[in-house]
């Protein structure tokens, strides 16, 4: 059955805004609500994707704090921030580290409407010593009471809803969806309206079919596959 054509608007107008240049690095963030909140604002803001490093022999889980946002924001994990760091300032992004070092700077006076990554640390114990050393710059929020750190959720949404009302200041939030690498909006596109058909595609080696301006698919399926979607 093909998507309703409401449905596939959403779509659109959802990846029409998501950012590749927009990130965060979550470093053995490990509570289900914490994780589900955080990709539940990368959502929010247009995140296309989001990086964590886990504890020994855990994986990322979510609970329903995510309302189903892990299914848009992919959560890659990796083995350590080392890598992932390096990665990502090949790709030109500027690393921001969440932790009160002595060089760390107000949030509100950096400039993050370039490619940033944010840096966010465990629950219990903030940042590990040795990617406190990898990144740019260090930054904090300020706090004027008597508990002296946020929620890690709530950290991350401040840093992420200021990057993009910097953003949004400078004209640069995406609209039509410039803030994707070239190609990549008609995969995802299609991945996300036909997400059964798109996993036979990629078992069978086959590229996905294109999609007519409603956004049905534009070739004959299997009958059993046809069903299914
Ligand atoms: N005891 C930990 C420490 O000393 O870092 C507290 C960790 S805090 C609960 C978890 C994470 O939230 C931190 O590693 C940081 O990424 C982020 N965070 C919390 N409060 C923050 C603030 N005021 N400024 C920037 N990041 C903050």
Redo the contacts with the bound molecule.
Sequence with gaps: MPILPRRYQRLRSVLDRRMANLTVLLEQVDKPHNLSAILRTCDAVGVLEAHAVCLKGRMPTFNDTALGSQKWVPLHVHPNSATVLTELREQGFRIYG??LAQEAVDYRQCDFSGPTAFV????????SESTSTLVDQA???P?QGMVQ????SV?TATLLFEAVRQRQLAGLLPQHGEGLPPGLYNKLLFEWAYPQVAAWCRREGRPYPALDGEGAISEELPRNLRLRC
Excluded: D, P, R
Aim: aromatic fraction near 10%.
């Design positions: 969440t932790h966010l640390g465990a629950e219990k114990w903030g940042l930054i904090f929020i706090m750190s946020l929620n890690v950290a």
